[in-house]
């Protein structure tokens, strides 16, 4: 009895899902620059079946990311509306932020590689992630919890820049820096 069309786009889904997870994994820890191969043997298929759902690496990377900036901003309005404070769903919210940016090995170098596929990256985390930190800087301002002036490119851009991590300053002291950060926004009463 030969498969129905539904079985086998399920199926052509799991692969996709299998490879992206696989992906996100293998460029933790090896960056995006990462051999496919790894990534095939990680996700236990064949090197042509990640070729036939990402023809480029430009691909895979964007679509690895899209998915977790997708995830990223989708957590605002859940956090907004299961935290007991704006303030405190804007924290949860930076620090699922913070995780993303210090756990993705070669993000920054992808972002600033010059290749035309992935050009759109940076356009992508503004365009999605900005809106939902704006979201969450505007119940806090409406519940008198964040100092003036304030604005969701400004945070993420300094948020951004104190995840550069080095030889001397590695994730923790990242995580401590933005904590301290998000601290002096808050208004006091």
């Known amino acids: 009895m030969p498969e129905t069309v539904g079985v086998r786009q399920a199926q052509a889904q799991r692969t996709r899902g299998g ?23 990680r996700a236990g298929v064949g090197v042509g079946t990640i070729y036939r759902h990402f023809p480029t690496r430009a691909d895979l990377v964007t679509a690895v990311y899209r998915h977790q900036i997708d995830t990223c901003a989708a957590l605002a309005p859940r956090l907004l509306e299961d935290s007991a404070s704006p303030f405190t769903a804007l924290t949860r919210w930076v620090d699922a932020f913070v995780e993303f940016l210090v756990t993705k090995h070669g993000l920054g170098a992808a972002l600033g590689s010059g290749d035309a596929g992935l050009e759109n990256l940076h356009s992508l985390m503004l365009d999605t992630l900005v809106p939902a930190c704006a979201t ?11 100092s003036p002036g304030i604005t969701a490119y400004t945070l ?33 009463a």
Do not use: S, W
């Open 136 to 146: 969450l800087l505007d119940a806090c301002a409406a519940a008198d919890e964040l």
């Open 19 to 41: 490879v992206l997870a696989a992906a996100a994994a293998v460029f933790v820890d090896q960056g995006v620059q990462a051999p496919i191969r790894d990534i095939a043997e």
């Open 156 to 188: 993420m851009r300094a948020i951004g820049n104190l995840c550069i991590t080095g030889p001397d300053y590695e994730q923790a002291d990242a995580k401590h820096m933005v904590a301290t950060l998000l601290a002096g926004c808050r208004r006091r």
